[in-house]
């Protein structure tokens, strides 16, 4: 465990294992992260077998991870970085924004319970703001870009017409400025960062920016949600 940890405009986080409590807390945020009620891709994956993985980046890791973990269907949900080499796969180098890597979470899912096209409805919909350019909320920087690294051609060509869709039914207040760049690797991020909403759940920034995309999840997606998240704690070891 890493005794301090400074993150954008925080100070001292502690480690220490809360429950999350899933609260009406959605006001909290600020506008520009405000969950957008969206239609679902008109085009998904026709996926076989009982394993996927899905690439998404969009601000910090913490929030991502937390919304994905709370989906049924994911199967396991890391926080880590993608986009650049491997020697500077670390948060202190990805954060000086110079290193090509995004704060991205590697999500793991079955095709039987939950499709690629939801996925992506759940990340453009309450994960995160994909108007908003090399930033989202109060983290600047490369590091925080919006970003889908596709693992084949098929993510590509349904991600990338899906955002034509969104940006058709003008359903953002800007277009959408995600990017879609090939996978090459994934990189996990310090234990430290793993799991971080759940185990921090008053810390304020989890509180201001994290919390409300849970809520928003719960109220936007009844269907898909689920209360108990999958954790990186709890995952078999490959």
């Given at each position: 465990?890493?005794?301090l940890?400074?993150?954008?405009r925080?100070?001292l986080?502690?480690?220490?294992?809360?429950?999350l409590?899933?609260?009406?807390?959605?006001?909290?945020?600020?506008a520009?992260?405000?969950?957008?009620?969206?239609?679902?891709p008109?085009?998904?994956l026709?996926?076989t077998?009982?394993?996927?993985?899905?690439?998404?980046?969009?601000?910090?890791?913490?929030?991502?991870?937390?919304?994905?973990?709370?989906?049924?269907?994911?199967?396991?949900a890391?926080?880590?970085?993608a986009?650049g080499a491997?020697?500077?796969?670390?948060?202190?180098?990805?954060?000086?924004?110079?290193?090509?890597?995004?704060?991205?979470?590697?999500?793991?899912?079955?095709?039987?319970?939950?499709?690629?096209?939801?996925?992506l409805?759940?990340?453009f919909?309450?994960?995160?703001?994909?108007?908003?350019?090399?930033?989202?909320?109060?983290?600047?920087?490369?590091q925080?870009?919006?970003?889908?690294?596709?693992?084949?051609?098929?993510?590509?060509?349904?991600a990338?017409?899906?955002?034509?869709?969104?940006?058709?039914?003008?359903?953002?207040?800007?277009?959408?400025?995600?990017?879609?760049?090939?996978?090459?690797?994934?990189?996990?991020?310090?234990?430290?960062?793993?799991?971080?909403?759940t185990?921090?759940p008053?810390?304020?920034?989890?509180?201001?920016?994290?919390?409300?995309?849970?809520?928003?999840?719960?109220?936007?997606?009844?269907?898909?949600?689920?209360?108990?998240?999958?954790?990186v704690g709890?995952?078999?070891?490959?």
């Amino acid at each position: 465990m890493k005794p301090l940890l400074f993150k954008r405009r925080s100070v001292l986080v502690g480690l220490g294992a809360m429950p999350l409590l899933v609260s009406s807390i959605a006001g909290q945020a600020g506008a520009q992260e405000r969950p957008v009620v969206i239609p679902p891709p008109s085009r998904d994956l026709d996926e076989t077998g009982n394993r996927a993985v899905a690439v998404f980046a969009g601000g910090c890791f913490w929030g991502v991870q937390g919304v994905f973990q709370r989906v049924k269907g994911v199967l396991g949900a890391v926080s880590g970085y993608a986009g650049g080499a491997a020697e500077t796969a670390t948060y202190d180098l990805t954060t000086r924004g110079d290193t090509g890597h995004a704060e991205t979470v590697e999500i793991t899912y079955d095709p039987a319970l939950v499709s690629f096209g939801k996925l992506l409805q759940i990340y453009f919909s309450v994960a995160h703001n994909p108007t908003q350019l090399n930033f989202q909320g109060p983290d600047i920087g490369t590091q925080y870009r919006s970003t889908i690294f596709w693992v084949d051609e098929a993510q590509a060509e349904i991600a990338s017409a899906y955002i034509a869709q969104l940006d058709a039914a003008r359903v953002f207040a800007g277009p959408v400025v995600t990017t879609l760049e090939r996978f090459e690797a994934f990189y996990p991020a310090e234990q430290y960062h793993q799991d971080f909403l759940t185990l921090n759940p008053t810390w304020p920034y989890i509180v201001r920016h994290d919390l409300p995309k849970i809520a928003a999840l719960a109220a936007l997606f009844p269907d898909e949600f689920r209360a108990e998240p999958v954790l990186v704690g709890q995952l078999p070891v490959s």
